[in-house]
């Protein structure tokens, strides 16, 4: 282990090294390992991006809400008996080479795997863990089948198919990779000159989104190139070819690499990642393996020590802590405590499933200006929720949601501007901030909302938002699982976007007086990939066609007296690109045209909401 520097603090060391990859790149390193070292070890492994001693506010607790550095959770680990190997990705922090977001990380993964294994601290048995970005390094790690990897704990990431969810969804292009880009080109970046890097400080994100569409070499990210080129290179591919299919970008490609892998998922509601979590577990249990298990929560993006996302509390319950183990550091331990050391299973560890259920709260502003929406708990042996029953709610002429199916087909149409589009509020997005905040929200504008412009008010009385709902329900309703929007829709455009929004409509009420409408999950549909992601096609105008919005997966208890509703348009900005209504290449930069879209009710165009009914809870 060729040494940088070594350190020694409350009873771990610390031991900065470089390790090698195929290429000749050398990736810097911190091993962490207990006093007195008892031989060899069983090692967990951390690869990231963000530094592998900076401060991350993620890696805290509801007791400890106080940011901590990675290298201290490595301690933590190191004292219960581990050996802890945390890594910068290549091209970022002290690692050498060139950073291209996502790619190459399979096989520096596994030829780090390779040179831990050589470590005589190594026992031979090791877990890798990490969130987000350090989730993507693990299972494109995993795709190389390394030798020595038994257990994993992925959180919020792991691409499936980033394609389908975390860059693209739906066919559409998720913007929050240019905030992303542009906020990490300026912090740990060794490719910038100081002119760059100034200048990257002073651009306002906010009106590069108000200036769009961009092009190369005119963009936020002009003065970053390997940002720049990384950005456009994913935005540009918007058919599902070869370059999706890489092993980093791909685990649904791979999932026989994972057989004998113990894998914990862990990922919230309000997450770009919920779907990959869920097409995750589904891929690696229905292989047989009972060594899979998820967690789903009411949360944002690595915030499970809160009981909010957004404008909504969940309760007390809600957070990780207290609920399904003492705290996130010790949920861990227990995991790699079972798989690498042999000890017995928690009882966290024993159900294949468990899930916050939302809804049930009170319906009252809390003291902090919150929706009290409350929440509990659940438990199942498979997903989605075995017993489900997938009902069918069609969309009507005048408004209607329900069970009956309209006979005779009529249309209901607006004008879809790509100038003027519905902008984001709330849902599942990350690394959006300042332009897009994750989480529940009454869906309603104000001069907080980008891209909000007066008169402020509900997104419901905007002229290109269609609203459809059920009457006032009769008894409680508790929606579980993979959401569907299957719809019959028209343009005068050769390609355009449909977009469907699942909200909780609460009834007007004291502190509420206008209701207030909770949005659960969005999707969005790119009509030239209706048919195949492979092969896309336009359409003809007027022509009607059939499309399928999956969005991402919820589970909300819908409290009698509320509505279920379903808001389509054609722009949820900034969160996705916005379609330009001409055909054009995707990221182009071209004119753009205002498009006359229609949703088609009844006969053989019936559009339908089709929802994951549990009844057992």
Not at 438 to 459: H, I, K, M, N
Not at 479 to 505: N, R
Not at 507 to 521: F, I, V
């Amino acid at each position: 282990m060729r040494m940088i520097s070594t350190a020694s603090f409350g009873g771990v060391t610390r031991h900065t090294c470089w390790v090698p990859v195929r290429d000749g790149v050398r990736l810097a390193t911190d091993v962490y390992l207990p006093e007195p070292k008892p031989g060899p070890l069983p090692v967990l492994l951390e690869r990231t991006p963000y530094g592998k001693d900076e401060e991350t506010r993620r890696e805290r607790t509801a007791l400890n809400p106080h940011p901590m550095r990675r290298g201290e959770v490595a301690a933590l680990f190191a004292k219960e008996g581990y050996a802890v190997v945390v890594q910068d990705c290549r091209g970022r922090f002290d690692s050498e080479g060139y950073f291209t977001k996502y790619l190459g990380e399979a096989h520096d993964g596994a030829d780090t795997m390779q040179w831990i294994m050589a470590q005589p601290w190594c026992n031979g048995a090791i877990g890798t863990y990490g969130l987000s970005y350090a989730a993507h390094t693990q299972t494109a790690l995993a795709s190389q089948r390394p030798a020595g990897l038994k257990a994993m704990f992925l959180e919020c990431g792991g691409f499936a198919n980033a394609y389908r969810g975390g860059i693209r969804h739906g066919g559409a292009f998720e913007l929050k990779q240019a905030v992303w880009a542009l906020r990490k080109a300026r912090s740990g970046s060794n490719r910038i000159s100081a002119a760059a890097r100034q200048a990257l400080d002073q651009t306002d994100i906010g009106d590069w989104f108000r200036r769009l569409p961009w092009t190369r070499g005119d963009s936020p990210l002009q003065w970053a190139p390997e940002y720049e080129d990384y950005l456009f290179g994913q935005w540009e591919r918007g058919t599902f070819d070869e370059y999706w299919r890489q092993p980093e970008l791909y685990a649904a490609g791979h999932y026989d690499a994972f057989d004998g892998v113990a894998v914990m998922m862990m990922c919230g509601w309000w997450d770009p990642y919920a779907q990959t979590t869920t097409d995750n577990y589904l891929g690696l249990s229905e292989r047989g393996d009972a060594r899979v298990r998820m967690v789903l929560g009411p949360w944002t993006h690595g915030e499970r020590s809160v009981p909010w996302a957004g404008n909504v509390d969940f309760g007390p319950a809600a957070v990780l802590d207290g609920s399904l183990a003492q705290d996130y550091v010790h949920m861990r331990l227990s995991w790699f405590d079972h798989w690498l050391k042999g000890k017995s299973a928690s009882s966290q560890m024993r159900d294949a499933v468990r899930y916050f259920r939302m809804g049930g709260g009170s319906g009252r502003s809390t003291p902090a200006g919150r929706l009290d929406h409350g929440g509990v708990w659940c438990s199942a042996c498979g997903w989605p929720v075995p017993g489900t029953e997938f009902m069918p709610w069609y969309l009507g002429a005048d408004g209607s949601l329900s069970p009956v199916q309209p006979q005779s087909d009529e249309a209901l149409s607006f004008w879809f501007d790509p100038a003027h589009p519905v902008p984001t509020i709330g849902g599942s997005v990350t690394s959006g901030e300042p332009l897009m905040v994750a989480g529940a929200y009454d869906q309603r504008t104000s001069a907080d909302v980008f891209g909000a412009q007066e008169p402020y008010g509900p997104l419901a009385d905007r002229s290109d938002v269609l609203v459809f709902q059920t009457p006032a329900l009769e008894a409680d309703m508790e929606v579980t699982g993979p959401i569907v929007m299957e719809l019959w829709v028209s343009s005068t455009a050769l390609d355009t976007d449909f977009t469907a929004k699942l909200i909780d409509q609460y009834p007007p009420s004291e502190d509420y007086p206008q209701g207030y409408a909770m949005n659960l999950t969005d999707g969005i549909m790119r009509c030239r990939y209706r048919r195949s992601w492979e092969t896309p096609q336009m359409m003809s105008p007027g022509e009607v066609v059939q499309i399928t919005i999956e969005p991402m997966p919820t589970s909300n208890l819908f409290r009698k007296g509320h509505r279920i509703r379903l808001d389509i348009s054609s722009s949820n900005f900034p969160r996705f690109d916005v379609n330009p209504n001409t055909g054009a290449p995707e990221a182009g930069a071209g004119p753009r045209a205002v498009a006359r879209n229609s949703v088609h009710t009844g006969g053989r165009t019936a559009s339908r909401l089709v929802l994951p009914l549990v009844k057992n809870h």
